[in-house]
């Protein structure tokens, strides 16, 4: 099972670190991909990890330089770091597993995931 967790209202510029928490196996073990969904929009893939020892991580462009994908064995839970947060950000967040390994050519299509957590609301607005 996972657990996202962290959402909630920040104004541009902020920033805000969600939490995706494992429960019934090992995060370290497991591919992890982060997804948004904005109102009126497909779901789109924003961040994924691998569980290569590298911790192999791709980022949609539009988050790039901006948002962190990363692992806390202790916590058994993935986080994804948004800072500078725009407008244009606000959507439910989703985590998900995914069956294989990250790759740039396909960590964005929902098709290759197959455990996902309840979504988390972040609302960027002034």
């Known amino acids: 099972q996972l657990q996202a967790s962290g959402g909630g209202l920040v104004q541009p510029g902020g920033s805000l670190r969600l939490s995706c928490a494992a429960s019934?196996?090992?995060?370290?073990?497991?591919?992890i991909g982060w997804f948004r969904q904005a109102p009126g929009k497909e779901r789109e893939g924003v961040s994924c990890i691998s569980d290569d020892g590298d911790g192999t991580s791709y980022y949609v462009d539009s988050v790039k330089g901006r948002f962190t994908i990363s692992r806390d064995s202790a916590e058994n839970t993935v986080y994804l770091q948004m800072n500078s947060l725009k407008p244009e950000d606000t959507a439910v967040y989703y985590c998900?597993?995914?069956?294989?390994?990250?790759?740039?050519?396909?960590?964005?299509?929902?098709?290759?995931?197959?455990?996902w957590g309840q979504g988390t609301l972040v609302t960027v607005s002034s």
């Open positions: 019934g196996f090992t995060i370290d073990s497991r591919n």
């Open positions: 998900a597993t995914k069956k294989d390994p990250c790759y740039l050519s396909d960590y964005r299509s929902r098709l290759n995931y197959n455990y």
